[in-house]
């Protein structure tokens, strides 16, 4: 029940990769380890820096490392009336100079349950960079999930320039609030004030830009980044942009606390920040305060130091450098493997008939009529699915998107109905549907991202034919009339494509699982994915089909006056 400090904690490629965990209920507290290692292929551990504490007892635990920074230290006491901790937690700066980048960051799910053993490791390349946990006085334990993120060399990235700079009006009145959030896919790159010594207060401008072609998913806001009068220190998450802010004034403590919101620039798949630089000339007290970030770089965070004699803020301003990837990914392929139909029903399409007649009521002897016409009915076969995409900058700057069928397949559907029992196989109708294989090469089209839900339909004609001849005697002194009566079937069909997603990447290697679910949520597919292996995604899609399925003839023989049988 002490506190526990863990120093620097090292580890290659992760500096802290492995979180464990034992709770007792006696006790109701955990005993937490690390796992750590050195550091090498020339990654560093620079910068450390404390979050200082981010929690409240029985509160909600929400924290991620700014910029290209990993946790290399865990500080945390017990309170016992409590029965729970707060958590300190320090990162470090991996990036080596601007030689490494994290590209990529996600949240696991939990990784235990209440009461339960934690043992988890970030993958392969991967640095742990936050923790999320809340608390459950019943149980008095927390349940966890961690942020993992993936260091990839930034070798031939080379810097973008953002467009010009777009600066609003002022945004507040004197100890008035502020709030601003940066439209469409814009983040803030500059901030413009000036003091009055008789309000002890200042009104702010803010200056926002744009790259071609970049999304910036934007984030919610943040916890406040200070308390009246307290230094502030905040950093946007890694390859996040600071794209709000807002801040409310107190008259008594003279001094605002202020609140950001980041936005996401790797969702656009082709930009990633380095790591952030802070500016090292802060503003005169009670002067105008006025600063830009250089044209290929982003404001990440900002720091400030309070000054209780001038009623006042020092000021300065993290910017990141902005650098281009050519793609997420080389080729992503994406394959119908098999399909099942759970959902079959029969019915009745048509009915044709052919007829004649024989009048015998005179004749000596006799005779035998027969109907040899083909009946025929032409159907049109359907497959109808639906798609539900959004156009990301993941998958137009992709080099090649190839969506495609296998062709040895096949599907059997079988059902049973009324009395008649029904099996076909929807092997040759289903696979003309979709034989079409369809790839999609790199484009240099850069737009918004759109989200569209198309309904595609596919048709091919079968010609149903029915020439079993129908015959009978006709009695001497009768007259008879012979029906060929052709019921032409069609079977319904609601089924499931199962398809399997897989990557190349950039360097030939095949992408990781973790990374097609990135993907696939960036491109908007409804459906929930699931693993496949090490190196494929697996999804499925609802497809409706209603094609030909049988055709039956019955012979009818009637007396010309009643119907005598079959």
């Known amino acids: 029940l002490s506190p526990v400090c863990l120093g620097s904690l090292r580890r290659a490629a992760s500096i802290n990769a492995e979180y464990m965990g034992i709770h007792d209920n006696h006790r109701e507290d955990r005993r937490f380890k690390i796992h750590r290692v050195d550091l090498l292929n020339g990654l560093k551990c620079t910068n450390p820096r404390w979050s200082n504490w981010r929690n409240n007892m029985d509160g909600l635990l929400n924290y991620k490392c700014g910029g290209n920074y990993g946790i290399t230290g865990l500080q945390s006491y017990h309170w016992n009336s409590r029965e729970d901790r707060r958590f300190n937690i320090k990162c470090c700066d991996v990036s080596n100079n601007g030689d490494y980048a994290i590209s990529t960051v996600y949240q696991t799910g939990y990784v235990n349950e209440y009461d339960g053993k934690i043992n988890f490791k970030c993958g392969y390349m991967e640095v742990l960079v936050g923790l999320y946990s809340h608390h459950d006085n019943h149980k008095e334990d ?92 905040y950093l946007c998450p890694a390859n996040h942009a600071l794209a709000g802010a807002k801040s409310s004034h107190h008259n008594h403590h003279e001094d605002r606390i202020w609140w950001f919101r980041c936005c996401d620039l790797s969702k656009s798949g082709i930009y990633l920040l380095k790591s952030p630089l802070l500016s090292s000339q802060p503003n005169n007290l009670d002067g105008r305060l006025f600063y830009e970030c250089a044209q290929d770089s982003v404001i990440s965070g900002a720091f400030s130091v309070h000054s209780n004699s001038k009623e006042d803020r020092h000021w300065l301003f993290y910017c990141s450098q902005v650098v281009k990837i050519s793609s997420y990914f080389k080729e992503i392929s994406d394959v119908v493997v098999s399909t099942e139909c759970p959902v079959i029903t029969s019915g009745v ?103 569209s839900e198309n309904t595609e339909v596919s048709t091919t004609s079968t010609t149903m034919s029915n020439c079993k001849i129908c015959s009978t005697t006709v009695p001497s002194g009768s007259c008879v009339v012979l029906k060929k009566v052709v019921t032409y079937r069609k079977i319904t069909a609601h089924c499931e494509d199962f398809r399997e997603v897989s990557a190349t990447n950039i360097d030939g290697s095949k992408a990781e699982y973790k990374d097609l679910v990135i993907f696939f949520k960036e491109i908007g597919m409804k459906s929930s994915p699931y693993k496949v292996g090490p190196h494929t995604l697996g999804y499925r899609t609802e497809v409706d089909m209603e094609v030909a399925h049988d055709h039956q003839a019955a012979c009818i023989i009637d007396r010309c006056g009643g119907e005598t049988g079959e």
């Open 142 to 233: 927390r349940r966890f999930k961690l942020y993992c993120g993936r260091i990839a060399p930034a070798d031939n990235l080379k810097a973008a320039k953002r467009n010009s700079v777009d600066w609003t009006n002022w945004l507040n009145d004197w100890d008035r609030a502020l709030e601003f959030t940066a439209p469409g896919n814009s983040f803030i790159v500059g901030f413009d004030s000036h003091h009055d010594n008789h309000r002890e207060d200042r009104r702010w401008k803010l200056g926002t830009a744009t790259l071609d072609g970049a999304i910036c998913e934007e984030n919610g806001w943040s916890a406040p980044a200070n308390g009246y009068d307290d230094t502030m220190d």
């Open 349 to 451: 399409v048509d009915k044709k008939t052919a007829s004649m007649s024989t009048d015998g009521t005179n004749a000596i002897r006799d005779s035998n009529m027969e109907i040899e016409d083909c009946l025929e009915l032409s159907f049109e076969n359907q497959v109808q699915w639906t798609e539900s995409t959004c156009k990301s900058e993941t998958s137009a700057h992709t080099k090649s998107y190839t969506s495609s069928v296998s062709h040895e397949w096949s599907v059997t559907a079988s059902a049973t109905t009324g009395i008649y029992g029904v099996e076909a196989s929807l092997e040759t109708s289903y696979s003309l549907a979709l034989e079409d294989s369809k790839t999609t090469e790199d484009t240099t089209e850069n737009s918004e991202e759109q989200c």
